[in-house]
């Protein structure tokens, strides 16, 4: 069982670094044109303090090296897609940024690592931290929900891509199915809505993919963030599976 539950692992871990890089267009078109546009960077923010919370997860529960591996080299992604923001977003998202990033991915973080370390031990500390990364990962599928309310209400899948939504399927099956193998329900249960919401989405793209929009979409760049971020916080989570 031990062979099965590390080879899920693996390939899920997989699955969540091209997560972790999906939006990397996004960002090239950021660096080329010198401009954040519409795009918003709280998710990537949040994003950041997720794969924050996992690593430290990873770190502390025993057997939970790829956990921990594969949510630092998303910490390092984030931390550049948020240095972009610092960059080149206008002069005040550049403030809200900043103090975003102090309040949630310093503060926060390391509120929860001190308190954690110095009043909590063994197995409860353990949940704590994996309680605090599941809750995070479930409020970040706001999202994929968004997105799918856009669907139906424009009749049109130009704001949710198939193949994102394809992934969102298959990263939070493998990790539902880890979770099953290794009995973590910290990770069982956000991966398992993950999985839903992928199967919701499939369904709403064979139903409205050739469907006439009802409205017109206004096509705001920030759309395309949301979604490409929603599919990032999946991977966090899913990276916490190992």
């Known amino acids: 069982m031990e062979g099965l539950s ?14 972790f890089l999906s939006p990397a ?8 044109h010198r401009s954040t546009e519409d795009f ?7 994003t950041l ?42 002069a005040k998202m550049r403030v809200q940024t900043a103090i975003l990033v102090g309040i949630l991915d310093v503060g926060f973080l390391a509120a929860a690592i001190l308190v954690t370390r110095l009043a909590l031990e063994g197995d409860v500390r353990i949940d ?6 599941a809750g995070l990962n479930i409020i970040m599928y706001g999202s994929p929900l968004a997105a799918m309310k856009t669907v139906v209400t424009s009749k049109s899948v130009e ?3 198939f193949f994102l939504s394809f992934f969102l399927f298959l990263n939070g099956g493998i990790w539902t199915l880890y979770a099953s193998l290794v009995r973590d329900y910290f990770l069982g249960v956000p991966n398992g809505i ?10 709403l793209y064979a139903i409205y993919r050739n ?17 490409e971020q929603g599919w990032q916080r999946e991977s966090l989570i899913t990276s916490s599976s190992n």
């Open 40 to 46: 918003e960077s709280f998710p990537y923010i949040c």
């Open 194 to 203: 993950g999985l839903l919401l992928g199967i919701a989405q499939l369904i």
């Open 128 to 133: 704590a931290i994996g309680l605090l990364g």
């Open 6 to 19: 590390f080879f899920v692992g693996v390939i899920g871990n997989i699955i969540s670094v091209l997560m």
């Open 159 to 161: 704001y949710m891509p």
């Open 25 to 32: 267009g996004t960002f090239w078109r950021i660096v080329k």
């Open 49 to 90: 303090l997720s794969s924050s919370l996992w690593t430290y997860y990873g770190i502390t529960k025993p057997g939970g090296l790829l956990v921990a591996t594969v949510n630092g080299f998303g910490i390092v992604v984030e931390a550049i897609f948020v240095s972009l923001f610092l960059l080149y977003a206008p």
């Open 211 to 227: 469907a006439k929009p009802s409205i017109n979409i206004n096509p705001v760049s920030d759309s395309d963030g949301l979604l």
